[in-house]
């Protein structure tokens, strides 16, 4: 009987040299770039496609991409094998050791194929016609890899060198890596160099052995990462916290570099690896001055170049050897000799913050500005502003209700602080941008009875209060406080007697019981009790802007800006472009869990207020992390099934919280608004493309003036009341839509 072979495909990369196609949250493997289906599930049925003998299909992937990866495999039977989903990116070493483990766990010392997701192959006859020549070799103990004959001095590919003419199964000699053109042509010349395929063929027990030789710290925390792990359905799931110790490198540098009695087998296959525009140019079918033309191109004059729309109308006249690729949001125009290069554009528009190498554009894109004005106007102004100005108000006890049952009758329920703070300055926000209601009456209303039922002796304002009034909970909070001071600061600009001295006291008391002695930010209550959190920080240095425009003080900004100070010294991280939300005393991240939280409807409302303090004050660098923070969440915090954004995310962009609520996908909107004015890109559709899924997943849904504020990952309904405390997000947010596109 044939021998088992133990397959596993490796798609965890980014593919960057195929930018602005290929992008951090939709990689080449998942792209159709030849007209048969994406480089994954072609990878997937030539391994399928072996002629004699049982082949069961792994795929080793990054959880950030388990929705498309089941999408894709959903038609492909695999055979027994499953998607083994990788929490964080660790390298090609850790993937192979755990490719080790599971053939080691579920067939024994079983041998074993590793293969990239993203290569190009003839046919599948001849791929597996190599691949068995090399079973001998690998069956006796040696680690097996496969080269390519070059034809070309090519410096964009790694080569073996091997003893012999590499006729036949050679020894390998060394491992080399990418060369210069001039070292390239003498490899060529040699006639024993070949072009590394990075495929590997091994038995199991002799991979073990060699990480055990040359690696044991990755194949040890690789074991306790697999062990520990979680199957269901979709796939295996390994925990975050062990994975990521996996020290990060290279299977060749790891062990391959370093291995003894390494085989090679020359390959009977084409192969291309896909890495560059020209690559494309050499593998797909050309007209007859030897164009490639894709989309809705119209070349004239045009030879040996590869054209790429991936909307609107591309056209080109007299262009030789040039690669042009036009997405949604980004073109690229290189000579396609140079076309490897396009990894220098990417890094400089990472270092710079742009958005444009980590998300892709909506393919539902509204491409006309203002294209959700009417909707959204007659949502707020007809439905939502007459219910919540009416029965959204106690008349009766004062104050709001917390919240409004679907039949839009009012649930009793405790009255927080934040929430009647948040009322009235939505009713304050709804007057100065033209709503004709009873504004000044419901501000006035709102602050009596916050003013005459939850104020402190010291001055501070209380956490909650009972329906009748009552203090319930005389907790002084800064975030309740952050909350009040943005109240105060509308109702003072619409004209309120009494909410600039209820603002003084207000700064008075914070400055006495909340700020921190040490003057490193303001303390969770006034207790100095629990984590300290990013949160109420990000709110307070809205409110203190809130302020500087109420009055034009100054002051303002300089508290505004010691938030600014903590938020690059300690909330941000520069590599991951995250945002921290727990730390301890000493603002470092939180032990356990809450330390790798992060919140994507916080990245978008930290992003519009930087643009904001950075128009402000003059500190035009600040617009940079604005753009990190809104490409972090929406390369790693949507869900792709509703293109929603997630409750919380870990800073590798493994889920956490799955339920959508609606204020981040405001606040979404918000902060590209905020950076559609501030010199980058065109997010005009982007923002259309994010009203519409407010609409179309918590709107909508609801009776009139209502919302939906939370939503499970499959999109369905968890909404058993609707929240008071939201209504703020969706006014700012809306009326700010509307501002933007006034004119439109």
């Known amino acids: 009987m044939t021998e088992r072979i133990v397959s596993f495909v490796m798609s965890g990369g980014v593919g960057s040299r195929l930018w602005p196609l290929s992008r951090e949250d939709n990689p080449k493997q998942f792209h159709d770039l030849a007209g048969d289906g994406s480089m994954l599930v072609k990878t997937l049925r030539r391994l399928k496609a072996r002629p004699d003998g049982e082949t069961p299909v792994f795929l080793i992937a990054s959880e950030r991409h388990a929705g498309r990866v089941q999408d894709d495999v959903a038609a492909i039977d695999l055979a027994g094998g499953l998607a083994l989903f990788e929490p964080v990116g660790r390298n090609t070493a850790a993937a192979v050791a755990i490719a080790t483990l599971q053939t080691l766990s579920a067939y024994g010392d079983g041998i074993v194929l590793v293969v990239p997701s993203d290569h190009q192959i003839s046919t599948e006859q001849q791929f597996w016609q190599t691949i068995e020549q090399g079973v001998p070799a690998a069956r006796a103990g040696r680690l097996v890899v496969f080269g390519i004959k070059p034809n070309q001095p090519e410096t964009g590919y790694g080569y073996i060198e091997v003893s012999g003419n590499g006729a036949d199964v050679s020894d390998v000699s060394r491992f080399v890596e990418k060369p210069d053109l001039e070292t390239a042509e003498a490899y060529l010349k040699a006639g024993n160099f070949f072009w590394n395929t990075g495929i590997f063929l091994f038995r199991a027990g002799a991979m073990r052995d060699e990480f055990a030789r040359h690696q044991p710290q990755i194949w040890e925390a690789a074991e306790r990462a697999f062990k520990a792990s979680n199957s269901d359905l979709s796939g295996l799931y390994m925990p975050l916290e062990l994975y990521e110790a996996i020290p990060s490198i290279s299977i060749d540098y790891a062990i391959m570099e370093q291995a003894g009695d390494i085989a090679m087998v020359p390959a009977t296959f084409r192969w291309n690896d896909l890495g560059s525009w020209q690559s494309l140019l050499d593998v797909s079918p050309t007209d007859a001055q030897g164009n490639v033309t894709v989309g809705d191109v119209v070349a004239m004059d045009c030879e040996n170049s590869y054209l790429r729309s991936e909307g609107r109308l591309l056209s080109a006249i007299g262009l030789k050897d040039i690669a042009i690729v036009a997405t949604m949001d980004a073109t690229f125009v290189a000579p396609v000799s140079h076309s490897q290069d396009v990894k220098k554009i990417v890094e400089q528009l990472e270092k710079s913050g742009r958005l444009e190498t980590k998300f892709t554009p909506s393919h539902d894109r509204v491409l006309l500005s203002g294209a959700w ?161 990013s949160n109420p920080h990000m709110h307070l240095l809205e409110a203190f802007l809130a302020w500087h425009t109420a009055t034009g003080d100054r002051g303002h900004l300089r508290r505004a800006a010691r938030i600014v100070d903590l938020f690059r010294s300690h909330f941000f991280d520069p590599e991951s472009w995250t945002l921290g939300e727990f730390f301890n005393d000493e603002w470092l991240p939180a032990a356990g869990e809450k330390g790798a939280w992060t919140e994507p409807g916080h990245h978008f409302e930290w992003a519009s207020l930087l643009v904001d303090f950075a128009a402000k004050s003059g500190q035009k660098n600040l617009t940079a992390y604005a753009r990190k923070l809104y490409a972090s969440a929406i390369a790693n915090g949507l869900n792709r099934a509703t293109g929603l954004a997630y409750g919380a995310v870990s800073r590798q962009g493994m889920p956490l919280d799955r339920v959508s609520r609606s204020w981040p996908q405001t606040e979404a909107i918000k902060a590209a608004i905020a950076l559609d004015g501030a010199d980058g890109p065109d997010l005009k559709p982007e923002i259309e493309a994010r009203v519409g899924r407010l609409f179309r997943w918590h709107i909508d849904p609801a009776p009139l003036g209502l919302w939906i504020d939370r939503i499970d990952e499959r999109g369905r309904s968890l909404a058993s009341e609707v929240p008071a405390s939201i209504f703020y997000h969706l006014v700012c947010a809306l009326m700010q839509y509307l501002d933007s596109t006034d004119g439109h």
């Open 373 to 533: 004005r009417k909707r959204v106007q007659h949502w707020l102004f007809e439905e939502t502003l007459p219910l919540w100005s009416t029965a959204g108000v106690d008349e009766r006890l004062g104050g709001f209700h917390e919240a409004l049952g679907f039949d839009g009758k009012p649930l009793v329920k405790p009255k927080r602080m934040r929430t009647m703070a948040r009322q009235v300055y939505a009713f304050a926000v709804a007057k100065l941008r033209g709503w004709d209601g009873p504004a000044d009456a419901l501000i006035a209303h709102g602050l009596a009875f916050m003013s005459g039922n939850g104020r402190t002796e010291r001055g501070g304002w209380v956490r909650t209060m009972n329906i009748d009034g009552g203090v319930a909970d005389a907790t002084e909070d800064a975030y309740d406080h952050s909350c009040v001071l943005l109240a105060l600061a509308y109702a003072h600009m619409c004209g309120n007697p009494d909410a600039l001295r209820l603002g003084e006291e207000t700064f008075a008391f914070l400055d006495a019981h909340l700020e921190d002695e040490r003057l490193t930010g303001f303390l969770e209550t006034s207790a100095g009790e629990g984590l300290r959190r």
